[in-house]
């Protein structure tokens, strides 16, 4: 049984820093994309950032470039996202994703999904 399962959201003023983790079990990810999009209230889930497993190349958003930084561990089968410089239309619920085609923005390429973890920044 696949499990995404995501922790590190909370409360933080803006300018500050997260780093949220997507602990990964239930089958072998080295084939993957692990992906992070996010969610605000009333609005479409938005990517923020992919990587492969396999060859630890990224992408990321325009909003977040720059500010966030995600990483994997291999050896624990973790994906991280480090949040720095966080800006109140950060805030959303935050969603670690895994898909087996090739690295994109695309929510529907992704095959699992984990429970989301909220993160909101004050002004």
């Known amino acids: 049984q696949v499990q995404l399962v995501e922790s590190g959201g909370g409360l933080v003023q803006a300018g500050g820093s997260l780093r949220l983790s997507c602990a990964a079990s239930?089958?072998?990810?080295?084939?993957?994309?692990m992906g992070w999009f996010r969610q605000a209230p009333g609005k479409e889930r938005d990517f923020v950032t992919v990587?492969?497993?396999?060859?630890?190349?990224?992408y990321y958003s325009d909003s977040v470039k720059g500010r966030f930084t995600i990483s994997r561990d291999n050896n624990n089968n973790t994906v991280y996202l480090q949040m720095n410089s966080l800006k109140p239309e950060d805030t959303a619920v935050y969603y670690c994703?895994?898909?087996?085609?090739?690295?994109?923005?695309?929510?529907?390429?992704?095959?699992?999904w984990g429970q989301g973890t909220q993160v909101t920044v004050s002004s």
């Open positions: 994703a895994a898909g087996s085609t090739w690295c994109n923005d695309n929510p529907d390429e992704y095959d699992y």
């Open positions: 239930g089958r072998t990810f080295s084939s993957y994309c």
């Open positions: 990587i492969s497993w396999r060859r630890g190349t990224t």
